[in-house]
């Protein structure tokens, strides 16, 4: 089969039946398209005639280039070869796989950043009103504040935010979240968020939603078309410089946070980790060094013997 065939082949069990995300397809998309220019310059356009020689020269290659590709880089384009070729391989498409060798990159595992909890609050209140006090005609800034109190409250990601319908809030104290996979869990939703999706509900989301086609996405835009993740990342970018917060802030950093918080609060481990909705508790487990480096900060500083 001519490999880009093939690709499209991929990409569309991927989508389709995996179940896997614009993001993640497209990026799989980006590293393919390179993999497969690569192999055309030495002459190959066909599944049949790709070899391990090949692979394992493609990858050394890349890991070459300069400047050097960052390791999480990598082990990605990595990846979305050896998926493409366990694929065809599985479907019969090819006679074996020639990516068996090939080993990834460890990506170097980076802390991550938390804001405080004062940092979070700042954050949140330039965002827009509180519900109570809130005036007429505050669409932005209570949808806004809607939107921030729900991506602390429930460590979700934006890509899992934006998607949500009004449906997903029907029990009220809990969202039924849709993670990568298509993997539903179900997340409590404290009270400072609830209040603040509240307003956004009955004060708010009725009149966007007569300014664009009927949709039952929970956040809409001004001109009521669904909210997108872009659009999300502004609103806490304008929020974080409405704060103060000279540090960068993402979406990703209200994850971490949440994650945090609820370690240095005392939450097991593998609580957060059905929270956050990761398969495997290993991925959690990032967040209990920052916990640590909490914990030994307090005490080096209270023990009267620790220095």
Known sequence: MRLPRAVDAYLRHS?????????TVAAYRRDLAGYVEWL??????????????LVTEFAA??????????ASSLARLQSSVRGL???????GISDDDPSGRLRPPKAARRLPKALTIDQVSQLIDASGPAPEDAAPGEVAGIRDRALLELLYATGARVSEIVQLDVDDLAHGDVLRVRGKGSKERIVPVGSFARRAVEAYLTRVRPELARRGPATPRLFLGMRGAPLS??????????????????AHVSPHTLRHSFATHLLQGGADVRVVQELL????????QIYTHVSVDALRDVYATSHPRAR
């Open 61 to 70: 290659e890349r890991a070459s280039a300069q400047p050097p590709p960052a």
């Open 277 to 284: 909705g990761h398969a495997s508790v290993s991925t959690t």
């Open 85 to 91: 070729h366990r694929f065809l391989a599985r479907e």
């Open 15 to 23: 989508s389709l039946e995996r179940g896997l995300s614009e993001h």
């Open 229 to 246: 993740r872009q659009s999300a990342w502004l609103v806490l970018q304008q929020a974080a410089d409405r704060a103060g917060l000279t």
């Open 40 to 53: 055309a310059g030495h002459g190959v356009d066909d599944t049949d005639e790709v070899t391990d020689a």
